[in-house]
């Protein structure tokens, strides 16, 4: 019996989101998250609300403007997830994350390598609702050398340039 689409992507939301508990119970001994941890799990909820708001819309992603305006219902009540965790001279008004305009509007279920392909990913343009391509990464990168990228599959990773 093969799984219905529906049900696929509410498995992959939870298990996104439990992931995300999950990261902070094993935390290598230390006493807090880093700012990596952190940047991945805000990524994580993201990335879960990105899921569920397509499965809720004809199973498409967003469009691309206004990304962020329409996952606030998906993400809530932890609208701290939109913003970057640290940013230098961070403001209210500051994101830091961007979303990538190669799955604007195309059905979650044709996304062809969903392991390798961006939805969401630290920016350097840290207005809100960014839509752009990793030439927006950081090139000197936010946490050790690394920078967090969020991909179709829901998986987050902090990766090396």
């Given at each position: 019996m093969k799984a219905s689409p529906r049900i696929v992507a509410a498995l992959?939301?939870?298990?996104?989101v439990a992931g995300c508990g999950g990261w902070f119970c094993w935390n290598?001994?230390?006493s807090g998250?880093?700012?990596?941890?952190?940047?991945v799990e805000h990524?994580?909820?993201?990335?879960?609300?990105?899921?569920?708001?397509a499965v809720d819309?004809?199973?498409?992603?967003?469009?691309?403007?206004?990304?962020?305006?329409?996952?606030?219902?998906?993400?809530?009540?932890?609208?701290y997830a939109l913003q970057r965790p640290v940013l230098e001279n961070a403001s209210p008004t500051e994101y830091g994350f961007?979303?990538?305009?190669?799955?604007?509007?195309l059905p979650w279920q044709?996304?062809?390598?969903?392991?390798?392909t961006i939805t969401l990913f630290e920016s350097t343009d840290t207005d809100r609702n960014v839509v752009g391509t990793e030439n927006l990464l950081p090139s000197v990168p936010r946490h050790n050398g690394l920078n967090t990228i969020a991909y179709a599959d829901t998986r987050v990773k902090a990766v090396r340039p």
């Open positions: 992959l939301c939870g298990l996104s290598g001994g230390r998250p880093s700012a990596s941890d952190t940047c990524l994580k909820i993201v990335g879960a609300a990105l899921l569920s708001y819309w004809d199973d498409r992603y967003p469009l691309g403007p206004g990304w962020m305006d329409v996952l606030i219902p998906y993400v809530q009540p932890r609208l961007a979303f990538h305009p190669q799955i604007a509007g044709s996304v062809p390598n969903p392991g390798t």
